[in-house]
């Protein structure tokens, strides 16, 4: 049997805590004895978090704060950083998907989906990496998506807003790793959260946040850069990723009929 190595006494930060991947991340991290610091904006369902982790091995700290506003991720990480003095594994999750219709384009959606998905990031690598180059060692996971692969229909926002965030994140990787810091990006597929729900078409290859958050934890203690899933449908997308212009926009469009 596969055994997972202890979280015990690693610090962990994970936003985007409080529904979905980032609190079944949070309640997985805990119960394998990890310190897991959880924010996201709604006190109720940190709070709500943190008393179902009272039994774990490890403890969640509720530390709310809006990932948009670079003061309030400052001061999150000041708390953190004189509670407990440094940061192993931060988990960069907050995020959102506004469905983005080319005919419905807005400036709008485009603005939301860079201030929280790439911005908020942003943020809290302003903080993180100070530290982590000091401590010469950690851990930043980067929740994008395999809709940063490659435009897809209706996710013209979302999935620019997860292509740049791939993109920073190879570049960051190569500028780090001599600093002992090693930055990863997760590339979900569909996942079942409160997110999807909302989405009214059939999502192939759906998979179940436990299962999600098995996937990003086996890859957080890989080597690989990459931390990609499910499987198949990961294939499917990186095939399409280098497929030329022409036959990629064929495929897209019987796809999409
Ligand atoms: N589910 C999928 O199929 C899928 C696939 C690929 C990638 N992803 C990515 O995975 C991440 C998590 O997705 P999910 O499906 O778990 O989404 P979700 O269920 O909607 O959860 C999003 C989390 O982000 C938090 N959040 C939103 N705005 C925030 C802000 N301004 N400041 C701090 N926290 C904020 C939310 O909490 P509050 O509202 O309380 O702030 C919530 O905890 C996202 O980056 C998403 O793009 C998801």
Redesign the pocket.
């Known amino acids: 049997m596969k055994t997972t190595p202890s979280l015990k006494s690693k610090v962990i930060w994970i ?9 079944q991340l949070a309640l997985t991290m805990a119960r394998q004895g990890g310190t897991v610091i959880a ?4 006190f109720g ?1 940190l709070d709500r978090l943190q008393n179902e982790a009272l039994d774990l091995e490890g403890i969640i700290i509720p530390l709310p ?4 506003d670079q003061d309030a991720v400052i001061r999150a990480a000041d708390v953190i950083m004189n509670r407990f003095g440094r940061v192993d594994i931060a988990v960069l ?5 506004i469905k983005t219709a080319g005919v419905d384009f807005r400036s709008t959606h485009m603005r939301k989906h860079f201030e ?2 790439v911005m ?1 990031v942003c943020h809290c690598l302003d903080a993180l990496i100070p530290v982590m180059v000091k401590q010469q060692s950690g851990i930043i996971a980067i ?1 994008a ?1 395999l ?1 940063g692969y490659r435009g897809l229909p209706a996710a013209a926002a979302y999935g620019a807003s997860k292509a740049a965030l791939i993109n920073m994140a190879e570049s960051l990787y190569t500028d780090l790793k001599p600093e002992g810091v090693d930055i990863k990006v997760i590339n ?4 079942k ?4 729900d909302k989405n009214k078409f059939e999502m192939p290859f759906l998979m179940e946040v436990e299962s999600a958050v098995e996937a990003i934890l086996s890859g957080l203690n890989r080597r690989h850069f990459e931390i990609r899933f499910p499987t198949v449908f990961g294939m499917i997308m990186g095939l399409l990723r280098v497929l030329p212009y022409r036959v990629y926009f064929s495929v897209i469009r019987r796809l999409n009929q």
């Open positions: 936003t985007g805590a409080s529904q979905g991947i980032g609190r924010t996201a904006r709604s369902n704060a809006d990932v948009t999750n907050a995020g959102t998907f929280l998905n908020g929740n998506s809709a979900p597929g569909f996942v959260t409160p997110l999807t």
